[in-house]
């Protein structure tokens, strides 16, 4: 051991175990929950912030497929302890937990509050302050298995502008693409474009 008295304080404090698992088993359950009640079409993360007195931040927070605006759902401060766990479920007063069946409790009711579930269905629908409209979503949602509409995905992500528009006007002849480049201008849809522009195209590439 080091002859460092600091370095010694700490190697004894930072020896003891992290109990904080059972707290954040319960959260990651909790995010688990609104990705399977919502299909898929919204994201839950658990996502690390400040460590503070109460403990460290985790913050849930909701990312829709479309639309490029996360939306913070709650935050909770997690001790090394594990418990108490304090949430701030409403910007309000806060609430503590003093064990996994308290958490649960307390995220399950929080479920039911008009406002959250709400904020849930606007973040599935994609109606959501600078979301896209019911029609955008049916057109987009179209097109996404179009080989010509991927190609066009392709081709705008594909590096130099010169590039760009030589790939876009071998493929612009097709109805699809012109309707797909409508499309992928509404900035209400960069999300979703910059996921599915990474995945395989059906069929040869333009430009290959």
């Known amino acids: 051991m080091s002859d460092n008295p600091f370095a010694q304080v700490l190697a004894e404090e930072l020896a003891m175990p992290d109990t904080a698992g ?4 319960v959260l990651q359950e909790f995010c688990r929950g609104v990705e399977l009640s919502t299909d898929g079409r919204v994201e839950c993360r658990l996502e690390r912030g400040y460590p503070l007195t109460y403990g460290q931040e985790w913050r849930v927070v909701l990312h829709p497929w479309l ?20 949430l701030d479920l409403h910007g309000g007063p806060l609430t503590r937990c003093s064990s996994a069946q308290e958490l649960t409790s307390e995220l399950q009711a929080f479920l039911r509050d008009p406002t959250v579930l709400q904020s849930l269905r606007f973040a599935v629908s994609g109606v959501q302050e600078g979301g896209p409209s019911p029609d955008d979503l049916q057109d987009f949602l179209g097109l996404i298995e179009s080989p010509s509409f991927r190609k066009t995905l392709q081709a705008l992500t594909s590096g130099e502008a010169a590039a760009t528009v030589k790939r876009l006007s071998e493929v612009s002849r097709d109805p699809d693409v012109l309707r797909a480049l409508r499309v992928i201008q509404n900035p209400k849809f960069r999300q979703a474009v910059a996921t599915i522009a990474r995945l395989p195209i059906p ?4 430009g290959t």
């Open 22 to 25: 059972e707290a954040l088993s």
């Open 67 to 86: 639309g490029d605006t996360p939306q913070l759902l709650l935050r909770s401060y997690v001790p090394l302890s594990s418990w108490p766990v304090t």
């Open 203 to 206: 069929g040869q590439l333009v």
